[in-house]
């Protein structure tokens, strides 16, 4: 039962079994395993009744709180949905709310794997349960989003250290998972929701498991403007004519100045990176600066490029 993670066991001594072995006492012990034992007068049918009604309750508070989160998310005009049921179970509204969002393995999230979902799940808040923090766990097919009511500074990184060492790490239950900012106020959770979200995303393009907001620099500026339209002509101004001419003649230069970008206008490690030689990698520049009208050499212009490889990434992730 300890091996297929069975919660617990109860026994009735006494007409059948009168006494438990005491080396079996020691090894539920042993592996923390939770055995109890009623007199045979005491009915277990009552008994699991009782636990099953307070099952199903929290199940279903838990609904409840976790749709009041979504609500609050999605629909934060209308506070009806959201401001009472969540402070009726305790939640702290003018406190601060941070969120965590992860992309589950599709091994744990799909139809057939429920079991390995739940089991998933019941980790994850045993986890959460040792903080002294209130929070909320919504699903929605292969995002999971974990939201956190009043915690420390060092609860954060301290309970997503446990989580990823303990185990997501070995269960490989996950892809990416990005962390908001800690917001003041319920009214805050769409912009953090929107945070973890983006943090996620840089998560994912940069291969890495953990990305906080607070760390992802000039994207924090570029997620935050709602007009793409605005990102799309500012990426084709710099990095619009590059991009056509390499789909006309099959070149790479949108690449090329990139890494020329990056490695602060070093012919030689562009050269080393591409696996090409120097003078190869000279005259691809120079007709980059025909292309682009630009010799390069003006730090404001570099930058307005390098801006603009920000955006592409970011429009292919499709995030804004």
Known sequence: MIKNHVCGLIINIGQYIKTIPDHTISYCNE?????????????????????????INAKQTASNISSAFFNAIYYPDNINLFKPPLKQEGYDLNGLFTIISLELESSIYSKTSEISLKYFIINIEKILNSFSFKYSILLNDQDLTIIINNSSATDIPQCLNILFNEYLKNQKSFN????????????TLPKSFKEAKC???????D??????????????????????????????????????????????YLNILKLYINNNSSIQAVSEKTFTHRNTINYRIKKIKEILNTDLNNPKDKFNYMLAFYIEEMLNLNVT
């Open 31 to 55: 592996n923390n395993f939770p055995l109890f034992i009623m007199p045979w007068e005491i009915h277990l049918v009552d008994i699991m009744q009782d636990y099953c009604d307070k099952i």
């Open 176 to 187: 990416n998972m990005g962390v908001s900012l800690s917001s003041k106020g319920i009214d």
């Open 199 to 205: 943090a996620r995303y840089i998560a994912i393009k």
């Open 207 to 252: 291969n890495k498991c953990i990305v906080y907001y607070n760390d992802i620099g000039l994207y924090k500026l570029l997620f935050n403007i709602n007009n793409k339209e605005i990102l799309v002509d500012l990426y084709n101004e710099y990095l619009g004519k590059l991009k056509e001419y390499d789909l006309i003649h099959k070149t790479d």
